[in-house]
């Protein structure tokens, strides 16, 4: 049974994300070859206040 874990900033929409979970799902069932009822996903979205680039938040750099 494939995981897949993704991690991503927050504020995308739940329509996003779903579209993630599905398309995520659709490759792995293609390339490993297994039903997709196997194929798990887990999203977790990141506050920008946790999310540093360059020794900074997101959140100060407004991304």
């Known amino acids: 049974m494939p995981l897949i874990h993704i991690e991503i900033m927050e ?11 599905a398309e995520v ?12 009822q196997n194929v798990r996903v887990i999203v977790s979205e990141v506050p ?12 100060k750099l407004k991304r």
């Open 11 to 21: 504020g995308r929409s739940e329509e996003k994300i779903e579209r993630l979970i």
């Open 25 to 36: 799902t659709e490759t792995i069932e293609s390339v490993l070859e297994v039903p997709k």
């Open 48 to 59: 920008k206040t946790h999310w540093g680039i360059g020794g900074v938040s997101a959140k």
